[in-house]
């Protein structure tokens, strides 16, 4: 099906496959529009940069052009800076892992990484196996290459282990063999769970018997609250798994750092992919972030950055259960930026956007998070950025649009009309 941005598109016809095969993505199509003022936007996952360190940031930018100006301005290798290996290798060990660092790889973010995975991998008609829902970047990452990505479903305990088990038979029963398993297993985007401790070994195990890698995206495992981020499944399995990383919600997006972890066998086809795409990371961002991470009391930052994710949590768990219907349904994240909210049916939360976007609150609707046009009776929530009391007055708002939308539908003889005192 054409999207909007096709319908008018002078080159459609001359477009290679891949590039025709994405659609324009639900959040990017948002982000103007939620970004006006008298707009409460609980939709695009921004950090906040404003909480970072700036004095001491202006100062460190300095230093580093003052002490290594013509390297930092010069082309890098294609592995990137070894001292900002060192830094990744060491934030990985505060997940359990124990790296070299010889098999990082700098990426442009782990955006990069995740095309440049898919890249390696992927040929046209290739399965991928991912959650459902999953984080559309990488959903939109993987349609270039014309895969078909299937979604194992995941509950309050992330992926499911039965369900992935399934759904490898069914694959092997159809003689099809999926290139990798895409998977965000701590605080995930969009659905704001982990993946449960006593499920992380099933789930290797699963991939490595039917010998399929497993990609670990893991942006927000040092963003929680309430719990201690369990082992990454890259500390239990060192082979089978590429470990992708990033400084965008620690530190900042805007450096556009990240990196991937590859078994290393991998490693050198990796680095000719990378330099294939853009010679190199950037030498400056690679600079400050090894300069932010070794001279910087970065821990305290993040501890502050957790707090403040914290109080947005909590405000927008108190204001959904104050303000939303019974019939709806969220997780309760223990970390990380997003709320996941499942709505009766047949309420589809794209069709309803425009009300909300009227009643000056925005959402991403829930459709964008799944590759298999499910998902349409869900939507993300995401707390990052605004303040406590502005995510209370957008889930205020959000809740009365709901309200609205409900009772249309059962106007309509949809649902069943709300008993008094149900819940
Ligand atoms: C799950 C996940 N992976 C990857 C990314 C990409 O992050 P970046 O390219 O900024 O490192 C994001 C950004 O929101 C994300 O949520």
Redesign the pocket.
Known sequence: MLDDMSATDPFLARYARGTKAMTASEIRALFAVAARPEIVSLAG?SPHTAGLPFPELRELVDEVLATEGPTALQYGPGQGDPRAREVFTMLMSEEGIEASPDDVVPTV????A?DLVARMFCDPGDVILAEGPS?V??LSAFSQYQVEVVHVPLDDGGLSPDALAATLDRLSAAGRHPKFLYT?PNFH?PAGVSMAEDRRDRVLDLARSHDVLVVE?N?YGLLGFDVETPPALRARDADNVVY?G?L?KIFC?GL?L?WALVPPALRDRLVQVKEASDLSTSNLTQAIAYHYFTGFPWRETLKSLREVYRERRDATLEALRETFPPEARWTEPEGGFYVWVRLPEPLDTKAMMPRALNARVAYVPGRGFFADGTGGNCLRLCYSFPRPDVIREGVHRLAGVLADELELIRALGALPRQKKGDR
């Open positions: 996952g973010g782990s955006q990069q995740l984080y970047g990488a965000v985007n995206d942006p992708l990033t965008s997006p556009r990240g």
